[in-house]
């Protein structure tokens, strides 16, 4: 582990609406080389770790789980990109229900991309890009309330405390070439911020997560190092990932315009921080340098830092398969999520590998492992993974 430089600095931003100056508070700069990433541990990032099986009716399937968020003691997994659902569990892993109603009518979506929990005013609202709405559920039940129709192109959106932001992702909305919008709770349009450039106009990519926070939305931006604090009525820089020889250079959308080279020349450099997330004692992202997916935690109180890949992380606590990517965070747990497909088969290759012996061996000295194993089937529908961040 190395310590973390932390550089304070205040920026100056030229408001292009108005031509205002306007002063942005400091902000915190993590400084990261992603030459550097060096072999970890499992049990030099994470002091524990417990597995949640989702437990549903045998006629309640998910395909994935593109987005999970924990609120108060409820689960809720977001599948929009094959079973176009909202699942609800408790905490425990126990099946509540599921918002699934495809179409174009009332109460109905057909590209449901991002949804957003409201627990002050007790409403699920689900973002359908397909029909240019916003349709909002009782948070206890799942039942629909209403729908609000709005006319310009996004992809994802936040719940504030007085409304909702949404993030466009450099599409031009006629001649508003602003990345966010911010609305009341009727989806009336109040302000338009956060510029897009010139040479961004049109050039979309998708990150694992935009927003995250429990309390405060934080943004993060594809191809920006910036991760930004979202309030109910602005944003502003809270804190620059700083990869020294390995940030974008400032021609690179000059240089390369068409959207295929932009994806494959930035491979070069390290960009699309996602998901960012952080708690009272630790931050934590994912950001891609070449082909490989980096991890870095940052504990707060005294700027340790873990900065590896994935390629580089060695199993020793046995979690079973992986993916690269966090869904969650829960009081200084990162949640993951994977398939017991995929468990079945990881156990399997254990067997070949070790012999009867050595997977009796393995079978003793991972007892949580083989109890999930041992709970599900290969048609159960995913299982999440719970690692604390502790070191």
């Not at 789980?65 to 909202?86: A, H, P, S």
């Not at 179409?103 to 590209?111: D, M």
């Not at 006629?174 to 009341?184: A, E, M």
Request: charged share 25%.
């Amino acid at each position: 582990m190395k310590k973390l430089s932390l550089i304070f600095f205040c920026l100056i931003l030229l408001n292009c609406s108005n031509g205002e100056r306007q002063v942005i508070q400091p902000q915190k700069t993590i400084t990261v080389n992603p030459d550097l990433a060096v072999p970890a541990k499992r049990s030099e990032m994470f002091s524990d770790f417990f597995f949640k099986k989702l437990k549903a009716p045998t006629h309640i399937k998910f395909a994935g789980v593109d987005e999970l968020t924990i609120k108060g003691d409820r689960i809720y997994i977001f599948d929009r990109e094959q079973g176009l659902k909202l699942l609800v569990f408790t905490f425990d892993g126990d099946f509540l229900f599921e918002i699934k109603s495809y179409g174009r009518g009332p109460g109905e979506f057909i590209q449901p991309l991002d949804f957003a929990i409201d627990e002050q005013n007790g409403l699920i609202s689900i973002l359908d890009t397909g029909n240019y709405k916003v349709l909002f559920y009782e948070l206890d039940t799942g039942t629909f309330v209403n729908e609000k129709k709005f006319d310009f192109s996004t992809e994802y959106f936040s719940k504030t405390k007085s409304g909702y932001v949404f993030f466009n992702n450099n599409f031009l909305n006629g001649n508003d070439s602003k990345n966010l919008f911010f609305t009341d709770n009727e989806l009336n349009v109040e302000s338009k911020k956060m510029p897009i450039p010139k040479n961004k106009i049109g050039f979309h990519y998708g990150l694992i997560r935009h927003f995250s926070g429990e309390n405060e939305s934080m943004l993060s931006v594809p191809h920006d190092n910036t991760i930004y604090s979202i309030s109910e009525t602005n944003y502003e820089p809270y804190l620059y990932i700083d990869f020294g020889e390995k940030n974008l250079p400032n021609d690179f959308f000059d240089r390369f315009t068409e959207s295929r080279d932009r994806v494959v020349e930035s491979r070069r450099y390290a960009t699309n921080i996602s998901p960012f997330f952080e708690t009272d004692k630790y931050i934590y992202f994912n950001y891609r340098y070449g082909n490989k997916i980096h991890s870095l935690i940052s504990k707060k109180e005294d700027n340790t830092v873990v900065n590896t890949h994935f390629d580089l992380i060695k199993k020793d606590i046995e979690l079973g398969p992986l993916y690269p990517y966090p869904l969650e965070i829960y009081n200084n747990y990162l949640v993951w999520n994977n398939q017991p497909y995929e468990l079945k088969n990881y156990l399997e290759e254990k067997k070949k590998d070790l012999g009867e012996n050595g997977y009796k061996e393995f079978q003793k000295e991972n007892p949580k492992l083989m109890e999930l194993d041992q709970s599900l089937s290969e048609d159960d529908n995913s299982y999440l993974i719970f690692t604390k961040i502790e070191f």
